[in-house]
C-alpha cells in the first residue's frame, strides 16, 4: 500500500523560504509521478508542481515557476518542494501526490490515486 507521508510546514514571513519533504513507502516508485497540490482556505485544490519519478522531469504551475523548485531522492524515496520567496497568496496545506506515470492529466486532482494527509503553510505579510 502506498503512503505519502509530508513535513516540513510552518509559518514564515514574505519573502522567505520552507523546504516540504514527502516521504514515499509501499511500492518501486520508477514508474510513478509525483506532484505537489495546494488548497487554501475556501479555495479549491490547485496543481503546484510535477516530477516524474525516473527521469526526473518537472513542470510547475505558472504561479510558482521560478521560485519553487520540486526535486527526489531516490535513495531516501523522497520528493522536495523548495519554495523560495513565500508570498501570503502561497499560504495553503500542501499535499504530495501520486500515480503512474502519464503523458496527460499531469495537473488533474483526479488523476492522481495517492495522497498525504497535507502540512500547513503560512506566510505572513
Known amino acids: 500500500q502506498v503512503q505519502l507521508v509530508e513535513s516540513g510546514g510552518g509559518l514564515v514571513q514574505a519573502g522567505g523560504s520552507l523546504r516540504l519533504s514527502c516521504v514515499a513507502s509501499?511500492?518501486?516508485?520508477?514508474?510513478?509521478?509525483m506532484a505537489w497540490f495546494r488548497q487554501a482556505p475556501g479555495k479549491e485544490r490547485e496543481f503546484v508542481a510535477t516530477i516524474r519519478w525516473n527521469s526526473g522531469t518537472t513542470d510547475y504551475a505558472d504561479s510558482v515557476k521560478g521560485r519553487f523548485t520540486i526535486s527526489r531522492d531516490s535513495a531516501k524515496n523522497t520528493v522536495y518542494l523548495q519554495m523560495n520567496s513565500l508570498q501570503p497568496e502561497d499560504t495553503a496545506v500542501y499535499y504530495c501526490?501520486?500515480?503512474?506515470?502519464?503523458?496527460?492529466?499531469?495537473?488533474?486532482?483526479?488523476?492522481?490515486?495517492?495522497w498525504g494527509q497535507g502540512t500547513q503553510v503560512t506566510v505572513s505579510s
Open positions: 509501499g511500492r518501486p516508485f520508477s514508474n510513478y509521478a
Open positions: 501526490a501520486a500515480r503512474l506515470w502519464g503523458t496527460t492529466g499531469i495537473s488533474t486532482i483526479t488523476r492522481y490515486p495517492y
